[in-house]
């Protein structure tokens, strides 16, 4: 485990806030792969090692956006979303406090000759999808869908790399989250109809993620080997587990 501080905070968005991490504990942290994860701890003193029994209730998963090894910097970006543990820190953070940060684990390999990928995200999966697509390669075409609350929550998802997402606005706070992904997917499954080389990255609220999954491999004919799906969260559970990938 690391010990951070926090080095700066910017509001992206109404519901978001990208805080950079900084230490000179982050010297030798490997840069994470797309789509990797991190465990944060909160409420613990920095000078005493974390009590076992309360870890799982003080930790929450996130995925950095990106690290940069010359400065040891990594930056991650909170959802703000009502008065849970993580979102509630974020809300309130300031320059200087410190968390302590495990990891980064997990991630995935893309392929060098990959034509092109179809990333299915809400605003939980934004900062992995920017990550991924950073990690493309050129010849790769991305079509990506994004659904958030509302237009307000519309940002650039790379500083580095042109992409335009579809946005898709919930709009009615009460709308069953990740339903509009799934609406969308007959209109890009006739997009990519004609592509062979055609690789599905899904990332919402687990039920979604789930019935999105199944319909593209058991309706549509998606190979498992072609298909990575992650439940970023799932609606009303708390500190919902970072390896569920629908397989169960």
């Known amino acids: 485990m690391r010990q951070v501080t926090v080095q700066t905070i910017e509001q992206?968005?109404?519901?978001?806030?990208?805080?950079?991490?900084?230490?000179?504990?982050?010297a030798g942290f490997s840069a994470p792969r797309p789509g990797a994860h991190i465990k944060l701890l909160f409420g613990t003193n920095p000078n005493e090692p974390p009590d076992p029994k309360q870890l799982r209730s003080q930790m929450r998963t996130y995925t950095p956006r990106k690290f940069n090894p010359e400065t040891n910097e990594l930056t991650v970006e909170f959802v703000l979303h009502g008065s849970g543990l993580a979102s509630t820190w974020a809300a309130q953070a300031q320059v200087g406090e410190s968390v302590t940060i495990a990891g980064a684990g997990?991630?995935?390999?893309?392929?060098?000759?990959?034509?092109?990928?179809?990333?299915?995200v809400d605003e939980s999966a934004i900062p992995a999808?920017?990550?991924v697509l950073e990690a493309l390669p050129a010849s790769c075409k991305p079509i990506i869908i994004c659904e958030v609350e509302d237009a307000r929550e519309q940002r650039s998802l790379s500083s580095s790399i042109e992409a335009t997402p579809t946005w898709l606005f919930r709009k009615d706070k009460t709308a069953s989250p990740g339903l509009l992904l799934e609406k969308s997917l007959p209109d890009v499954l006739t997009c990519v109809q004609d592509f062979d080389d055609l690789f599905w990255w899904i990332a919402c609220e687990a039920n979604a993620m789930r019935r999105m999954r199944s319909q593209l491999l058991n309706q549509h004919g998606v190979s498992k080997d072609r298909l990575v799906s992650r439940g970023y969260?799932?609606?009303e559970t708390s500190n919902h587990p970072d390896h569920d990938y629908g397989e169960s």
Do not use: S
């Open 106 to 120: 997990g991630g995935m390999d893309i392929p060098d000759t990959l034509k092109m990928m179809v990333m299915l």
């Open 12 to 26: 992206i968005t109404p519901r978001v806030r990208r805080i950079v991490f900084g230490g000179e504990t982050l």
């Open 129 to 131: 999808a920017g990550a």
């Open 233 to 235: 969260w799932k609606l």
